[in-house]
């Protein structure tokens, strides 16, 4: 089955025109086939039904926003979506003046083409002393109109060099646009696994951050600054106030901790300005959407379901909760774009009630067991001796939420309305299995077990275990006697490809490779076919070693 793109038709618009060239440009292939559509808003579900292509016109340097289009854009940014944006097309319209074989200026009577189109190329049109003009519904039919109706047959049309070809019609004058500088800017659309450079161009904007200093201040401090934006920020111990970052920002990003970030809100929400964008990037949405929505503001309340410690959130899922978002919505679209992460769009108050189960439970249930393990007097190190892989992930667990901010985690509780029902719940649920292990109460723990594998369902079930079966086997491999790793201050293109022909170079044969980012440092985890302090394997470290910011362990750890 041939490629498919689609693209706002009829045949020989300026969408035509576009489309044609995302083949060439994205490389989707010669027997890639234009499909039309009549309005934009069918361009997006034409290739979620199809899982093919579709080039979305988003923007134009004249006429600004195509605001319809950024709603359906939003719907692809779920994991659940089977194509996602993958690149985009900006594009001058070819405003061709375009007759019949045979006519020239001298003989032309007048001029078809949409209004748009005629307006652009006013000034030309005078200086051509071409009087007449006629508006129609598209360029394309104006190039048909011209081609085939005889009572146009001295006219010309303004359209694409495409409608051109198509009708076979000849140009007269390639560029009739009074200003050149007139772009459209297009998202091409296709299957999320289709190899594309996804690079979203970021209109740098200036970024002011309310806490600064804190993690995540940090980490959209940097994020921002390497998209070219300017950035500014306050915090507690900064010379800049948060009235001055607020006056001075377009885009102000609320990072300060849960327990003061309503409040804080609430306080310089009357600083904000109709024109800005607010954010914040806590964990509870309610309070803190609640207090931005009192600013005139645009208003998106962000939650990452992860903690600032990751280089980047590719593959994350972050919680979107529009307040209100209308001219900022398309490059706010462009900042998912570059974060790369999951999107699940929700309303504050369902938010809040599911993050109380996927994020409140869990972490509730991994510190009873791990308090569990301290008031037992469990030697932690020694029971790794006894380990099963299901054991080794519940401790990695544990030691996952030890290592972070107590302070973070007591916030997430205790901010939560939904908190307490969840947890109750739990704790409901657990004295009742005591009582079924205290009664040796098989038939009924048998029971329960049953009743909670038919809720979630065979499909839960499935990812569940598909996944922990990935993560014991990488476990597995991961730990093999002849393991490294490698850390790399600076990540560059090519790393990859350094470190295998060094050991290629001495025929040394790498099984395994994983990679991650750890203490702000590229790190790769790679197993070798050949003993670690082999003479070949040593000489490819000596290797390794000069490239910039390596640094070798031969003895790494994997818990």
């Not at 490059?331 to 938010?351: G, Y």
């Not at 079930?461 to 201050?489: C, H, P, T």
Request: aromatic content about 8%.
């Amino acid at each position: 089955m041939n490629t498919k793109i689609a693209v706002l038709g009829p045949q020989g618009t300026y969408g035509h025109e576009a489309g044609l060239k995302a083949i060439s440009r994205f490389g989707l292939g010669s027997d890639c086939e234009v499909v039309f559509v009549g309005k934009n808003d069918e361009l997006v579900p034409t290739a979620i039904e199809n899982s093919s292509f579709a080039l979305v016109p988003v923007e134009n340097s004249t006429a600004g926003v195509v605001s319809a289009a950024v709603p359906e854009l939003f719907k692809l940014m779920s994991r659940s979506s089977q194509v996602s944006v993958i690149g985009e097309l900006s594009l001058a319209p070819s405003h061709c003046l375009l007759t019949r074989p045979g006519v020239d200026f001298n003989s032309i009577k007048g001029v078809l083409s949409h209004s748009q189109a005629l307006e652009q190329c006013k000034g030309s049109l005078l200086q051509l002393g071409i009087g007449e003009r006629i508006s129609v519904a598209s360029t394309a039919l104006a190039a048909e109109m011209v081609a085939k109706e005889e009572r146009f047959s001295q006219f010309a049309a303004i359209a694409s060099g495409v409608a051109g070809e198509v009708y076979r019609l000849k140009v007269l004058s390639p560029g009739m646009a009074d200003r050149h500088d007139n772009r459209t800017r297009f998202y091409l659309i296709g299957p999320k696994d289709f190899p594309a450079d996804r690079k979203i161009k970021l209109a740098p904007k200036k970024i002011g951050i309310i806490g600064v200093n804190g993690r995540y201040g940090r980490w959209l401090k940097r994020f921002f600054e390497e998209l070219g934006c300017e950035v500014r920020g306050s915090d507690v111990d900064t010379e800049l106030s948060n009235r001055a970052v607020i006056e001075w920002a377009e885009v102000v990003c609320f990072a300060v901790s849960l327990e003061v970030a309503e409040q804080t809100i609430r306080a310089l929400a009357p600083l904000a300005r109709k024109e800005q964008l607010l954010l914040d990037v806590t964990s509870i949405k309610t309070g803190p959407v609640t207090a931005m929505m009192e600013a005139g503001a645009e208003v998106v309340g962000m939650h990452p379901m992860c903690a600032p410690t990751v280089k980047t959130l590719r593959g994350q899922t972050v919680v979107l909760t529009i307040g209100r978002l209308a001219t900022w919505g398309l490059w706010f679209h462009d900042l998912l774009c570059n974060l790369r992460a999951d999107v699940k769009v929700s309303t504050p108050e369902e938010h809040d009630e599911v993050v109380a189960c996927v994020q409140g439970l869990p972490h509730i249930a991994i510190l009873a067991m791990a308090a569990t393990v301290r008031t037992r007097g469990v030697n932690v190190l020694e029971s790794l001796d006894f380990t099963s892989p299901f054991y080794k992930v519940v401790i990695s667990l544990m030691g996952r939420l030890l290592t972070q901010d107590p302070k973070l985690y007591a916030e997430i509780q205790m901010a939560n309305p939904h908190s307490l029902e969840f947890l109750r719940t739990f704790r409901n649920e657990l004295d009742q299995l005591i009582e079924v292990v205290a009664s040796k109460d098989r038939a009924t723990f048998i029971e329960q077990f049953q009743a909670s594998r038919d809720h979630f369902g065979p499909v839960a079930l499935k990812q569940g275990f598909d996944f922990f079966e990935y993560l014991i086997q990488m476990l597995v491999d991961l730990a093999e006697a002849n393991s490294i790793r490698l850390s790399f201050s600076q990540d560059h293109p090519g790393l990859l490809m350094q470190i295998s022909q060094a050991f290629a170079d001495q025929k040394v044969n790498m099984s395994i490779v994983h990679s991650s980012w750890r203490n702000s440092c590229l790190s790769f985890l790679i197993g070798l076919q050949e003993p670690k302090f082999s003479p070949a394997v040593i000489a490819a470290i000596e290797t390794i070693k000069s490239l910039e910011g390596a640094t070798v362990d031969m003895k790494p750890s994997f818990g």
